[in-house]
């Protein structure tokens, strides 16, 4: 059984809908599919069905990132015809781009590449996955995304990064973009492991249990106790010993556990994110935790107990709890906890367009009589609604699709030139988090 929860203004829910979903819905649309494994990106999701052989994606569509040969947003799953028949090792998603391994070792991506974080040679977009031919030869078992950057990790333990460079943030030694994979520095004799990207950073684990983190640190997101960019991989000192097991990065945090079952976060707290009770940096005990994962500003962590806690940013229902607020401390996703509610009172999806019509048709109604309400208040949220370019029946025949064409919508994603300085931090990320301008 597959649930979304969280922001799905862009169909990423794949409900059929652009609806936020404040609690666990079951994604009946993959019901059957026997789906192994789900990544998310920033507007869109993909799902690999390993007794198909099947990759599914869906959510927003621009620059080809849902690899169907188009820009169009859909909004319930599709499979990507690409893929179809290839076993998956692994998918990873960045902003607007995706990758996947193949058990052979091979690397197909897609979707945005204006910095080259495809790795294809080019910075040319790609509708559909491509093969890495910059890795003929040699096998990759792991990838990670960041925003427009790509990191891997072959069998042999090397590491690779390409893409966008500015922060040092691909382990190169410079702030240079590369538009095919360059093995990265690090220390002779440690083969890595794992390895994750923030939006900024990247996040790699030795053979030895060693973390390494490099990259943007404008926030102390690095954990090396100050603010500095490092351009090549930099043992994290502090976890020295501690033995790394899993590690995720979020928009401007990170999250590290250990063998042993202990949690670890640093970096960006505004929202109480790294989870410790305050907005200070440092370990957060809590029962025994197995798996750990980040969205941009919200955190999730399995327990042995197979409970599911999440905290951070809240405002759109990703958290799971029925609510719409931040959390600064851990809580328990009843939904989908065995001390919870153990999934009972999960909803399921419709697809069916002829019940969405009579939603939207009441929709429509309640939406003219509020828009001009809307336009006071959006400075509020986390997004920007900009009607410049559309009126308001365009927007009601919108909310009624289950796909939308490049043409219905736009974005806009900030300019980050380094200005001034060795740290390379960007001055111009916006305070209110907004990312990029949709309709």
Known sequence: ????????????????????????????????????????????????????????????????????????????PQPIKALQGITIRQIACGDSHCLAVTMEGEVQSWGRNQNGQLGLGTTEDSLVPQKIEAFQGINVKMVAAGAEHTVA?????????????????LG?????????????????????????CG????????????????????????????????LVPHKLQALHGQHISQISGGWRHTMALTSEGKLYGWGWNKFGQVGVGDNKDHCFPMEKVVQISCGWRHTLAVT???????????????????EA?????????????????????????STDPSAGAIFFCFFSIYLLIF?????????????????????????????????????????VVPDEMVQGGNNGNDASVPENDVKRMRL
């Open 371 to 411: 828009l001009n309400l809307i336009r006071m208040i959006n400075r509020k949220y986390d997004f920007i609604l900009d009607r410049s370019r559309i009126d308001p029946v365009t927007m009601i025949l919108l909310a009624g699709k289950l796909s939308a064409f490049p043409s219905d919508r736009y974005a």
């Open 1 to 76: 059984m597959l649930v979304g929860v969280l922001v799905g203004e862009d169909g990423q829910l794949g409900h059929g809908d652009a609806e936020d979903r404040l609690s666990p819905t079951q994604l009946s649309a993959l019901d059957g599919e026997d789906i192994v494994s789900l990544t998310c990106g920033a507007d869109h999701t993909t799902a690999f069905s390993e007794s198909q052989l099947k990759v599914f994606s869906w959510g927003w569509g621009d620059f080809g990132r849902l690899g169907h040969g188009n820009s169009t947003d859909f909004f319930i």
């Open 172 to 196: 190169l030694g410079d702030r240079n973009d590369r538009n095919i994979p360059e093995k990265a520095s690090v220390i002779s004799d440690e083969k890595m492991v794992l390895v994750a």
């Open 304 to 322: 042995a107990r197979h409970n599911l806690y999440s905290w951070g940013r809240g405002t759109n229902g990703q958290l799971g709890h029925k």
């Open 325 to 349: 607020i931040d959390r600064n401390t851990p809580k328990l996703i009843e939904a989908l906890s065995k001390d919870g509610s153990g999934g009972q009172h999960i909803e399921s999806s």
């Open 199 to 230: 939006w900024r950073h990247t996040i790699s684990v030795s053979s030895s249990g060693d973390l390494y983190t490099f990259g943007w640190s404008k926030y102390g997101q690095l954990g090396h106790g100050d603010f500095k960019d490092h």
């Open 153 to 169: 990790i072959t069998e042999d333990g090397e590491l690779y990064g390409w893409g966008w460079g500015r922060y040092g943030n």
